[in-house]
């Protein structure tokens, strides 16, 4: 892997990098950046917890210059509002040395806030596409402007049900730009999407989902049945060396309510439960709290 002090970034974005204790490029970033600053259209298979915002960012970053106008440039589109705060936090760091707007939109919250936010103007758009697909119809975000578009994760936005919109957000947006999409799976879906609005894309492929990151180990526990589950994993949580950060995924909401009161019992104020049916500001706290 190269390492960021080889990689041709202005003054600026340098000075963020360094800030964040950042060293080395990961593959996807190592791969992308030239790339994406070619111009052409790409399409990344790569994982989460690879590096991909990074990836997208910095190049995007690196050729934004300053405008006054209100309109955005640069259009971020991704499937959940807690990966639209992600990924404008990582914008807001690496823009801490340039003068850049960086606006966030997704459901859930009031709309008429998001309206003024956009009327003050933004150089860039981080956004799920129903929130975004909204604020485009009543004409408080004009897309003409719209130079360059990342969609992240797209395979779970498909999945998520998001095709109609996404296809109505690229018959609203300009025929020339710059198309980028980030998939951890190459599903028909996904294939579909690319040959309808992308132009002879280049393609980089790190690793298809489900290949174990390098830096993870994995073990597995046979157990007979959930009751089970549940003591072996308040036992694995007592060991506060090896388990400081913890993140539990389960199959349902269900069971993540269930999981969540079985655990209380030990470890209840260091616990949080996140799923849809949480309150964005729930979610959010948790986030936070987890930070």
Do not use: W
């Amino acid at each position: 892997m190269s390492k960021f002090a080889e990689v041709n970034l202005n003054k600026q974005l340098r000075n963020a990098i360094d800030d964040l204790g950042f060293e080395k490029q990961t593959p996807i970033q190592e791969e992308t950046f030239s790339k994406i600053l070619g111009g052409k259209d790409l399409v990344g298979i790569a994982q989460t917890g690879t590096g991909k915002t990074i990836a997208y960012c910095l190049p995007l970053l690196q050729e934004l210059s300053y405008s006054n106008q209100n309109n955005p440039r640069i259009l971020i589109l991704v499937p959940t509002r807690e990966l639209v705060a992600q990924v404008v936090e990582t914008l807001k760091e690496l823009t801490e040395y340039i003068d850049c707007r960086i606006v966030g939109v997704y459901g859930g919250t009031n709309m008429n806030t998001q309206k003024i936010g956009l009327q003050e103007g933004a150089d860039i758009v981080v956004a799920t596409p129903g929130r975004l697909y909204d604020l485009a119809l009543c004409r408080a975000l004009q897309l003409k402007g719209i130079k360059k578009v990342v969609i992240d994760e797209v395979d779970v936005m498909l999945d998520l049900g998001f095709r109609y919109q996404l296809t109505n957000i690229f018959e609203l947006l300009p025929n020339k730009k710059q198309n980028i999409m980030f998939s951890a799976t190459m599903t028909e879906d996904v294939s579909e999407l690319i040959d309808s609005f992308f132009s002879k894309p280049e393609k980089v492929q790190i690793a298809l989902s489900g290949t174990p990151l390098d830096n993870i180990s994995q073990t597995k526990y046979a157990v007979p049945n959930y009751y089970t589950k549940e003591n072996l994993l308040a036992n694995l949580l007592a060991d506060k060396d090896e388990m400081k950060k913890v993140l539990v995924f389960v199959s349902s909401k269900k069971i993540a309510d269930s999981l969540y009161e079985a655990m209380s019992e030990f470890y209840l104020s260091e616990l949080a439960v996140i799923h849809s049916n949480k309150s964005q500001n729930y979610r959010f706290r948790s986030i936070n709290q987890y930070d």
